[in-house]
T-cell receptor, first 114, second 113 residues
Framework: ETGVTQSPTHLIKTRGQQVTLRCSSQ?????VSWYQQALGQGPQFIFQ???????GRGNFPPRFSGLQFPNYSSELNVNALELDDSALYLC?????????????FGPGTRLLVL | AQTVTQSQPEMSVQEAETVTLSCTYD???????LFWYKQPPSRQMILVIR??????QNATENRFSVNFQKAAKSFSLKISDSQLGDTAMYFC??????????FGTGTSLTVIP
């Protein structure tokens, strides 16, 4: 196991609702990245947080937002859910922002939007 | 923009045999990292092997090795002595400065007993 945990494991929401997903980083890691993995696809980068600040964002609308806390745990918030938001959401933690440290992935949260 | 292409959606191999998964990428960067990740049916992505672009020597990790051809922008994964536990989705990933990964669409590998 990678030491990265995510909650919940599964979630069902309806269109228009809001959702919060949580990630606990591996000990000693100060950077967390979030990815969306649609069925049958590779993960797509949503954004990254380093020391509680956003440090890069992929091609996702502003209704995808995040937080990183002093203990380096993290949240992904998605507002105004759409059907296409149904996916596996992965978080990955790493040790530094600018070094090429390996990212360690959590098991993911499977989100279904009805 | 960086792109990663895995042209083999599905592959199979007999147990104990060798299989090679292909990956090509496109970038204008000179310094970057390449990875192979494994995603078993339980979903958690696990690092298989990593290669620094500035290193000419191909990375090796036990039964896993890569063939890194920088000029051709090719990064294939060879699995020797395939085991049933190798059955998984394999993703090739590219990373440049800033830790953002770009993933391919994956290759589903099945090891046949």
């Amino acid at each position: 196991e990678t030491g990265v945990t995510q909650s919940p494991t599964h979630l069902i929401k309806t269109r228009g609702q809001q959702v919060t997903l949580r990630c606990s980083s591996q000990s000693g890691h100060n950077t967390v990245s979030w990815y969306q993995q649609a069925l049958g696809q590779g993960p797509q980068f949503i954004f990254q947080y380093y020391r509680e600040e956003e440090n890069g964002r992929g091609n996702f609308p502003p209704r995808f937002s995040g937080l990183q806390f002093p203990n380096y745990s993290s949240e992904l918030n998605v507002n105004a859910l759409e059907l296409d938001d149904s996916a596996l959401y992965l978080c990955a933690s790493s040790r530094k922002r600018d070094s090429q440290e390996t990212q360690y992935f959590g098991p993911g949260t499977r989100l279904l939007v009805l | 923009a960086q792109t990663v292409t895995q042209s083999q959606p599905e592959m199979s191999v007999q147990e104990a045999e060798t299989v090679t998964l292909s990956c090509t990428y496109d970038t204008s960067e000179n310094n970057y990292y390449l990875f192979w990740y494994k995603q078993p049916p339980s979903r958690q992505m696990i690092l298989v092997i990593r290669q620094e672009a500035y290193k000419q020597q191909n990375a090796t990790e036990n039964r896993f090795s890569v063939n890194f051809q920088k000029a051709a922008k090719s990064f294939s994964l060879k699995i020797s002595d395939s085991q049933l536990g190798d059955t998984a989705m394999y993703f090739c990933a590219f990373m440049r400065g800033g830790n953002q990964f770009y993933f391919g669409t994956g290759t589903s590998l099945t090891v046949i007993p």
